[in-house]
């Protein structure tokens, strides 16, 4: 026979080849070359050669313990990893192949799978220790794939990655799958960054450096996840018992590790590291799962509509018909839904569901147990940072020793912050994830259209009535996770969503539809959370100036070009009213905090003519039914902006007030003679202080900005006499503190620290008086305040304008307004004194002044004045009285006392025009 020179495959060189598996290999090569070559007579020679190589490979498979000294296995991977580097893994696979069959034909000592396991084993020792950007962790990814296409190795590895305890989160990390899918920029043990290899002595790189890495980072990353996605791939499309096999890890994955998704988990991080896999392995699996998905996530895709959430309702099934059906995550069925299902809808489930089906669950499943924990963790180190670096600062300015420490502590945050937000913002696996959302917005809207078939249903509205919809199939962390998603892209990665171009207008269309809408989606924390959504898509209301403006202008587009504006504007009002009564017992403090982002989104929809115009098409439906069985929404929407104004900035002064005392005895050195512990109790109470007011202001600044700009252009509805008191009272109660005798309790050492602006406030009252000055009932309501009210506290806001440097003609306009309403009050002061021995009958029994229009309340029978039952019903549809249920329709005008009263006071005002006549 011939030598192969060619591929220097030379029995001289593998003579003294000791190791048993490559040996073999190499005698495998160079029979295959000589039978290439050989003469004839020789070829039946070169065949046995390489037959002899085969069976002799099989022997040493099958009895490793003969050959002493050898770890088979090894030399089996060895191999594979040398024909990954070198280029051969056609060629080692071509032998491995015959070696199998030959293998799989004699199963009698040992069977292929016992075989196998042991390279497995090997591999999974290697692997759990490799970072992600080792070159190396290619090559053994490499040979997972060639594994995940021979069909009789993937069943095997399919059996073998199955877990010993499948109800143990943390046992499907500790497989070969899950020891891969736990390779991250993450650190390995948490709070540990000694052995971490990313953004160490973050403090002394660059910025531009940091960018580096984190580009380094995202670049392996994507790689990795390539990889992870060709193995998944592989194992689905191969054969029906891998596919079922792999889903089957998939699914007792998921469901073993859905207690990640709790509270309590997050509070518990000893127990959590002990029962749960890690942030990476959720990471890295949501980021393979999501490639799975992109073929139907493309814009009105007709496969995404052969979606079927029935599959979520399904109960406990067994073996073989979580195959026949296609069904392998459990749990689901437990799971909160958008909306409950009618007691008599029983669903309609498949026989058998496809893969698009499972894997949009598995995707939004995995997501929801894995993204969500990273987000908010990133939030919390991003707080701490904040914190941190002020503590750090002012060590250094005061030479304290503490300085040092402080500096590691930041470093160390630091490191784990950038690391978590290099692993969490990669950019093929965000934008994958965009497409994802998006799809599950746009097949969520059809859904709630009764959309069935492969045909879209175009969004108009009144939106029809719900008959036997899918959404009360569907779990609620779908439109969770979909949130959370675009919250994340506005903190981390807000670039992203200027990318998105045409699908910002699936996301509020979905918006749209469901943040207004209890039928559609029941749980009111999650509809406010979709105007935080909201307000991540919308174009930021303060730019940097630079190139960076131009990055707003997808997001302009979609919001100026919406055409359900109106839609949308109601919506937004509509779970700003709804939050008042969520029915939990933290309702009052959460409110304002989902309330937060809905100031800047109004007054951005404000600044745009289409959307005012449906804010003041609101406002004219409201002055027009006043008086409905159920107020009008937006008078509803107004009352409890006024209500949040009143609470939020009261807070807010009596937390300065509580501040400057504080600040007072600090300055003085009264704290010096305290004890420690009582030192640190006033330190405490002093940034708790801080905290608490700095929130309250920021939320009062928003309240009464808002009211600013919508009395602009909606008047009478304020003139009202249902409104009209509360505002004024409101206005002129601030006023007593910011321009009046008790401005000085509030006078803090620096007010930005707690984001109180006075002279913004001072302003936006002002605007709000002249928004209003020229309604007359607006005017003579004003001295009727005698809470409040005083000529001389409007002087002082003449004199604060002043002092604040505002325009002139704004000073001009509110000293002529002031003058009016002072003329007003004259007048007032002498009908009161004309009025002062009116007979109690005549006299509200809440508010103790002269009825006008007096009304009777059906339950109590009680009479009130229309106007003082028309603002109690706003805020408590029940009599004030009897507590019964009560709406204005139900009252019923007093005919026979209104008229002895209109009586009554013509009397009263002939008698003064009399003595007045005499005098």
Known sequence: MTSSSALNLSADRDAGEKRAVPYLFSCFQRAKE????????????????????????????????????????????????????????????????EVIAA???????????????????????????????????????????????????????????????????????????????NISCLLKTPGVVESHGYFLNPSRSSPQETKVQESNIHQFMAQFHDKLFQILKNLLQLSPDTRHRLLTWLGGCLHANAGRAKIWANQMPEIFFQMYASDAFFLNLGAALLRLCQPFCRLRSPKLLTFNPTY??????????????????????????????????????????????????????????????????????????????????????????????????????????????????????????????????????????????????????????????????????????????????????????????????????FVTVFMGNVERLKNPHLRAKLAEVLEAVMPHLEQVP???????????????????????????????????????????????????PMYPILKYMWGKDSYRESIKSLARYASENLEAMNPPLFLRFLNLLMNDAIFLLDEAIQYLSKIKVLQIERDRGEWDSLTPDARREKESSLQMFGQLARFHNIMSNETIGTLAFLTSEIKCLFAHPFLAERIISMLNYFLQHLVGPKMGALKVKDFTEFDFKPQQ????????????????????????????????????????????????????????????????????????????????????????????????????????????????????????????PLTMDQIRSNTELKERIQQWLAERKQKRLQTGQSA
């Open 312 to 509: 979520c309702a399904l109960k406990e099934l067994n073996e073989e018909e979580r195959r026949s059906r296609n069904v392998h995550v459990k749990g689901l069925d437990k799971e909160t839904t958008l909306i409950p299902a009618p007691q008599n809808q029983e669903p309609e489930f498949a026989q058998s569901y496809n893969l698009l089906t499972e894997n949009l669950i598995l995707t939004q499943y995995a997501l929801h147990l894995g993204f969500h924990r990273l987000h908010d963790q990133m939030v919390k180190m991003n707080q701490s940072l904040h914190r941190l670096q002020g503590v750090w600062r002012e060590a250094q300015q005061s030479a304290s020793p503490a300085s040092e420490q402080l500096r590691e502590q930041f470093e160390r945050l630091m490191t784990v912050y950038l690391s978590t937000k290099a692993a969490a913002t990669e950019p093929h696996m965000l934008q994958g994830c965009l497409n994802l959302q998006v799809s599950t917005a746009t097949v969520l809207v059809q859904f709630s259209l009764g959309a069935s078939g492969v045909d879209y249903t175009q969004l108009t509205f009144p939106l029809p009535a719900l008959e036997n919809s899918l959404l009360c199939y569907v779990p609620e962390f779908f439109a969770d996770s979909l949130g959370d998603f675009f919250i994340f892209l506005r903190r981390f990665a807000d670039e992203v969503l200027e990318s998105s171009g045409p699908s910002l207008e699936q996301i509020l269309d």
């Open 761 to 884: 406030l001072v302003s936006d009252i002002c605007t709000i008086y002249l928004n209003l000055g020229n309604e007359e009932n607006f005017c003579s309501t004003v001295p009727k305040d005698g809470r409040s009210y005083s000529p001389r506290l409007f002087a002082q806001m003449v004199r604060v304008l002043k002092k604040i440097n505002k325009p002139g003609n704004m000073i001009a306009s509110f000293s002529q307004l002031a003058d009016k309403i002072k003329s007003l009050a004259d007048q007032q002061l002498q009908d009161e004194e004309t009025y002062a021995d009116a007979p109690d009958e005549f006299l509200d029994p809440i508010m103790s002044t002269l009825m006008l229009d007096p009304v009777l309340l059906p339950s109590s029978r009680v009479t009130v004045d229309r106007s003082t039952i028309a603002r109690h019903l706003l805020s408590d549809q029940t009599d004030p009285f009897s507590r019964s």
């Open 34 to 97: 000589e039978i290439k070559k050989v003469p004839e007579k020789l070829l039946a020679c070169a065949v046995r050669c390489k037959n002899l190589s085969v069976l002799n490979a099989r022997t040493v498979l099958l009895t490793p313990e003969i050959y002493v000294g050898q770890n088979v296995s090894e030399q089996l991977l060895n191999l594979l990893l040398e024909a990954v580097s070198g280029g051969l893994l056609e060629e080692v696979g071509e032998f491995l192949d």
């Open 103 to 181: 293998l799989l034909a004699d199963q009698e000592v040992r069977t292929f799978g016992e075989v196998m396991v042991p390279v497995f084993e090997v591999m999974l020792g290697r692997v759990k220790d490799l970072d992600l950007c080792q070159l190396l962790l290619n090559s053994y990814l490499d040979i997972l794939v060639y594994f995940s296409k021979q069909l009789d190795i993937a069943r095997v590895f399919v059996d073998y990655i199955q877990p010993k305890d499948p109800n143990n989160g943390l046992q499907y990390q500790k497989t070969l799958l899950g020891a891969v899918l």
């Open 546 to 596: 630079g190139p960076a403006q131009s990055s707003m202008f997808q997001r302009e587009r979609a919001f100026c070009t919406y055409q359900h504006a109106a839609q949308l504007a109601e919506a937004l009002i509509t779970v700003f009213v709804d939050i008042e009564f969520t029915g939990d017992p933290h309702q009052f403090e959460q409110k304002f905090n989902y309330r937060r």
